[in-house]
């Protein structure tokens, strides 16, 4: 059995992952500053750090300990918030991965997992995308996203074997209902969770690549079960195109509300993506990873978990 590092183990992701390592028998030390993440996300067996990671001085509050592996999902993670304040999105995001991966080659810890985004492509014409694709991010969480990449890169000339995800629209049970800045689904499920009128900024033919949780968890855990990968970067999605329309008419579909429910289009940002979609066949190919749940089956999960949450009794 392993000893593992996972930072942002009290958000979405991490959660999800750090409860999946336990359940294996390994050993999780999860690190969060709880900007975002919440302590009763912490499954049961895990020791927790509170931290910022972007802070140099917070190195020294992780534990000395002989990890087999760092995982890196601790983030600032809306794009809305990146635009706002791009400073904070910078330091969140570069330095404490610049910082991490340091500590890393300092402590002899030779694998490093990191949670990067699709964000990173920018808006391209062409789609679905593979890793050859330029990266030409748009916004400011894109480029955070692809510095810390490059900053990985370099490192493995030092010694340490990172591999990058570049994740798409991760969705499932544990995303953060109360966030309005991060997570189309979980925004969306939970205006009509209050059956509140739906604001959707941006165009409804817009689309993206939804990929459930556990497919995420999935993929990880594939990467993690190697020493180093051929490529250092991954696509993870599932490349289906969905629209906008089309995953708000899967929820409301799922939770029964009459066709005519009301929804309103609004302006979108200069920074957001019309589209995107994940060439996968380099994970599959190399690791042997395929997503396994598809969308109405994932919302399902979803919705009967959030309705659960919000206290909202089953049809």
Not at 1 to 20: E, K, Q, W
Not at 33 to 56: H, Y
Not at 95 to 104: H, N, R
């Amino acid at each position: 059995m392993g000893s593992y590092l996972v930072t942002g183990g009290a958000g979405f992701i991490g959660s999800h992952l750090a409860r999946s390592l336990l359940a294996d028998g390994h050993e999780v030390v999860v690190a969060d500053n709880l900007s975002t993440g919440l302590v009763s996300n912490i499954p049961e067996g895990a020791q927790f750090v509170e931290c910022d990671l972007a802070r140099p001085d917070s190195m020294g509050l992780l534990p000395d300990a002989a990890f087999d592996g760092v995982i890196h999902l601790a983030a600032q993670s809306s794009g809305y918030i990146g635009q706002k304040d791009p400073y904070a999105d910078m330091q969140a995001n570069v330095g404490s991965t610049m910082l991490l991966g340091q500590w890393c080659l300092k402590k002899g810890v030779k694998r490093f997992l990191y949670a990067s985004s699709m964000t990173v492509y920018g808006r391209q014409a062409a789609a679905p995308l593979d890793e050859e694709a330029p990266c030409i991010p748009i916004s400011h969480y894109g480029v955070s996203k692809l510095a810390s990449e490059n900053y990985l890169r370099v490192m493995a000339g030092d010694g340490l074997s990172p591999t990058s995800l570049r994740l798409y629209n991760v969705y499932g049970p544990g995303q953060n209902l109360g966030n309005i800045y991060q997570g189309m689904v979980s925004i969306y499920l939970a205006y009509l969770l209050r059956g509140e009128l739906l604001p959707v900024t941006g165009s409804f033919a817009r689309y993206r690549d939804f990929v459930y949780i556990a497919d995420v968890v999935s993929a990880f855990r594939a990467v993690l079960d190697m020493d180093t990968t051929p490529s250092l970067a991954y696509n993870v999605g599932t490349g289906i195109k969905t629209t906008v329309e089309g995953v708000i008419v899967a929820l409301m579909r799922g939770l029964q509300l009459p066709s005519d429910y009301p929804v309103e289009e609004q302006s979108g940002t200069a920074s957001d993506l019309f589209g995107s979609v994940a060439d996968t066949s380099r994970i599959s190919r190399e690791l042997g990873w395929r997503w396994e749940t598809g969308l109405d089956d994932g919302l399902a999960q979803m919705i009967a978990w959030a309705k659960q949450q919000m206290g909202v009794h089953p049809n």
